[in-house]
């Protein structure tokens, strides 16, 4: 299975129209299995944004677009638009042996993170009807920090509760955005991967736009950090490193 992971386009004052067009020129020549975008379409959750995101993410040509909600989208009442545009912010797809879980770790008018008591729950219930199929986990927040990226200030508050229920369920994969800055954690089985922003200049840490290309063959994961109209790379600390280093 292909699976294109993009994050942060930021719809808006900041946003960079070519590099959306470009990355989506690129994402539909890979013709994914599925696209998971971790929020923050907007810069500021109005509906002008939600309007322009929503425009440029059906130029996606895609059977399965699983797009989450993240903090901007969450100002200025966006909350109340998210679900009018993309459906429920938390969302379980099974597509073949895979199952996709979209949790939305936004809240209104706040920039940390928050799972919460009740996604909890059912985050539990969904994990435990999944059998041996592969387990993704997607949201908006970072879930362990992120090099480069200064001060630590708005991980997911819950996250000691999540990280518990990912490793006691067996999940493979977890993706996030968020910091804007490409990075990857390896803990025991658990896979961590982090998007930087695809469409702005709100860069921090790596300085050019990105998605994830990840491919899933069983149990095993194959990811590629991938330049907006550049090189592509593996997905790891050192390759991350290297790649940053170029301006
Ligand atoms: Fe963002």
Redesign the pocket.
Known sequence: MLLVHMS?L?CGPKFKEDALLEAVDEINSLYPDVVVVTG?LTEDGLINEFREAKRYLSLIKCKHLIVGS?N?DARTTGYLLFPKFFGNPSSFTRIDNVAVMMLNSSRPDRDDGEIGYNQGLWMKSQLENCGEAFKIVALHHHLIPVPDTGMERNIVSDAGDLLWTLTRYGVNLVLC??R?RPWTWVLGNLTVIHAG?VSTD?LRGFYQNTYNIIQIEGRKISASLKVVGGRECTLDQSSIEAVSSII
């Open positions: 942060d930021h923050d993240g901007h955005g968020h804007h922003t709100r």
